[in-house]
């Protein structure tokens, strides 16, 4: 009976490990597809294909497109949500400025790590639906408020350049993901690697002298 009861139990493991293992490969998927087509142009079939999986397989995991496209973009910001907890933690001790020049800093990492987001996002920006909406109250807002708080003060401290927070944020936001989003033509064009050490620290540099950072 012990030994019937361990090999369902080893069983039972072996099924968790490759359902989670499944689960991964179609979130990899879906950020590569919706990255590279959208929400409109990408299937559960072609999803299916490039994870090597059933296409009910994704329908169990994940049920519809829109579930599988909110949990990949839920879990890209997972990360995401972490770093921005830890500076706006450590915001009053450091002050406005040096806790603006880590989230400058950890917005690029993020940003060289996960490039899909901000392509995925540069397709979903250009219309008004209720996935941006949704996009934008779980994922967006946050970010939002802590970096446009962090520029007031710094700002207010003479620390920071002059105008619109929202504006200097996005302003940030476009030096930061367009070498990352554009990503092919900036290669021909500049002959650079967005993605090489160097010039992440190059963008970052820029980043922050845009924002009149020391």
């Not at 967006?140 to 446009?148: G, I, P, Q």
């Not at 350049?161 to 092919?184: C, D, K, N, W």
């Amino acid at each position: 009976m012990e030994a019937g009861l361990a090999a369902r139990r080893a069983v039972a493991r072996h099924e968790t490990t490759e359902s989670a293992d499944a689960r991964g490969r179609i979130l990899a998927a879906g950020r590569a597809a919706f990255a590279a087509h959208g929400f409109d142009g990408t299937t559960l079939r072609a999803v299916a294909d490039r994870a090597g999986v059933q296409h009910q397989l994704i329908v169990y995991h994940f049920g519809t497109k829109l579930a599988l496209w909110k949990a990949v973009v839920s879990d890209i910001c997972a990360e995401n949500k972490t770093w921005l907890a830890e500076i706006e933690r450590k915001a009053s001790t450091l002050g406005a400025a040096a806790a603006l020049l880590e989230l400058v800093s950890a917005f690029v990492r993020f940003t060289a790590r996960r490039p899909e987001l901000h392509r995925m996002l540069t397709i979903e920006g250009g219309g008004n639906n209720e996935r941006l909406q949704w996009w934008i109250d779980a994922h967006v807002r946050d970010f939002h408020a802590l970096s446009t708080r962090l520029i007031r003060e710094a700002q207010a401290a003479g620390e920071a350049r002059a105008g619109h927070p929202g504006r200097l944020h996005y302003g940030m936001i476009g030096i930061v993901t367009t070498s990352f989003v554009f990503e092919q033509e900036y290669r021909a064009m500049t002959r650079l690697n967005p993605f090489s050490p160097r010039e992440i620290a190059e963008v970052t540099a820029l980043a922050r002298g845009f924002l009149g950072l020391a």
